[in-house]
C-alpha cells in the first residue's frame, strides 16, 4: 500500500526568507510524485510532479521540489517566501506499479508572515 | 475553459435522504475520482474510473456510488446520508498513466444533519 506523511501540521516563515515543507512517502513501485495547493474554499491546484529524471524539479509560482530517494522524501522548496503563498500545501503520491487513485498526505498550513 | 465543473457547491442533507454529486469534464480525460476531504485527514480516495463504463472502489467507498456512462461525467450517488458523510467532496480528472497530475473541480461541501 501506498502512504504519504507531511510531519509537520504548520510551517511559519517570515516574507522574503526561504521556506521548506516536507513529505516522505512509501510504494512498493516506482514513485510519481506530486504537490499541490489549496487556498480558502478553493479546489486543489497542481504545483509540480516528479516523474524520473532530476531530482530537483521546477513548477508553478517559483516552488521547486527535491526528491531523495534513498530518504523517500520529496520536499517542497522556495527560495524567498512571498505573503501570498500562505495556503493549505498537500503532496501526493501514486504507485507506478499499483492504483490509479492518488494517496494524500494530511496537508501542511504554510503561513508567511510580513 | 470550463475544466472540472461540479455541483452544486452546497448541500444540507438530512438523514437517510439521497442525492447525486455531479461532476464534468471538458477536457477528455480518462481517468476521474471522487476525493473526501476532512481536517487534519488530507484528501481520502472514494471510487476512481479509468474509462466510461469502468470504476472502482478507493480508500473510503462505503455508502457512495458511482457510474460512468460518458467520459465526460462521474456521478457520485449517497444512498442514505449519515452525519459522517459531512464533508468536502472533490471531483478530479487526468489524462491516462499514472504520471499525470490530476485537475480538480471546486469542491461540494455537504453537511448531513
Known amino acids: 500500500a501506498q502512504s504519504v506523511a507531511q510531519p509537520e501540521d504548520q510551517v511559519n516563515v517570515a516574507e522574503g526568507n526561504p521556506l521548506t515543507v516536507k513529505c516522505t512517502y512509501s510504494v512498493s513501485g516506482n514513485p510519481y510524485l506530486f504537490w499541490y495547493v489549496q487556498y480558502p474554499n478553493r479546489g486543489l491546484q497542481f504545483l509540480l510532479k516528479?516523474?524520473?529524471?532530476?531530482?530537483l524539479v521546477k513548477g508553478s509560482y517559483g516552488f521547486e521540489a527535491e526528491f531523495n530517494k534513498s530518504q523517500t522524501s520529496f520536499h517542497l522548496k522556495k527560495p524567498s517566501a512571498l505573503v501570498s503563498d500562505s495556503a493549505l500545501y498537500f503532496c501526493a503520491v501514486r504507485d507506478g506499479g499499483g492504483a490509479d487513485g492518488l494517496t494524500f498526505g494530511k496537508g501542511t498550513h504554510l503561513i508567511i508572515q510580513p | 475553459n470550463a475544466g472540472v465543473t461540479q455541483t452544486p457547491k452546497f448541500q444540507v442533507l438530512k438523514t437517510g435522504q439521497s442525492m447525486t454529486l455531479q461532476c464534468a469534464q471538458d477536457m477528455n480525460h480518462e481517468y476521474m475520482s471522487w476525493y473526501r476531504q476532512d481536517p487534519g485527514m488530507g484528501l481520502r480516495l472514494i471510487h476512481y474510473?479509468?474509462?466510461?463504463?469502468?470504476?472502482d472502489q478507493g480508500e473510503v467507498p462505503n455508502g457512495y456510488n458511482v457510474s460512468r456512462s460518458t467520459t465526460e461525467d462521474f456521478p457520485l450517488r449517497l444512498l442514505s446520508a449519515a452525519p459522517s458523510q459531512t464533508s468536502v467532496y472533490f471531483c478530479?480528472?487526468?489524462?491516462?498513466?499514472?504520471?499525470?497530475?490530476?485537475?480538480f473541480g471546486q469542491g461540494t461541501r455537504l453537511t448531513v444533519v
Open positions: 478530479a480528472s487526468s489524462y491516462a498513466g499514472q504520471n499525470t497530475e490530476a485537475f
Open positions: 474510473s479509468v474509462g466510461a463504463g469502468i470504476t
Open positions: 516528479y516523474i524520473t529524471g532530476d531530482n
